[in-house]
Nanobody, 123 residues
């Protein structure tokens, strides 16, 4: 599976961005998907995960109510809608695929990773 993330950029605090992650391969619809982020000098952290059919999604408290993960299996794409952005959301955002039906919240639970897209939120 190859993953290509896009949609990052520079936005002011309180603004919104939508990230996209396009996946290759015909088995996309059987994989859970996740988004993670990594700020300079910090470990990669969990942002969101969605099950294979979009039936369930999970978020950490830091983004809950502001971020929404969704997927379009017909387009082999997963999205991350980010609203009410804060400067502390600044990071490189990565999408990842998990061959399980339900996604993991740990970095180690994912089998394939995209290249990352930079999100910068100015105060």
């Amino acid at each position: 599976v190859q993953l290509q993330a896009s949609g990052g950029g520079l936005v002011q605090a309180g603004g919104s961005l939508r990230l996209s992650c396009a996946a290759s391969g015909r088995d996309f619809g059987w994989y859970a998907m996740g988004w993670f982020r990594q700020a300079p000098g910090k470990e990669r952290e969990f942002v969101a995960t969605i099950s294979w059919n979009g039936g369930s999604a999970y978020y950490p408290d830091s983004v809950k109510g502001r971020f929404t993960i969704s997927r379009d299996n017909a387009q082999n794409t997963v999205y991350l809608q980010m609203n009410s952005l804060k400067p502390e959301d600044t990071a490189v955002y990565y999408c990842a695929a998990d061959r399980d039906l339900i996604g993991d919240r740990d970095v180690g639970g994912y089998d394939w990773w995209g290249q990352g897209t930079q999100v910068t939120v100015s105060s």
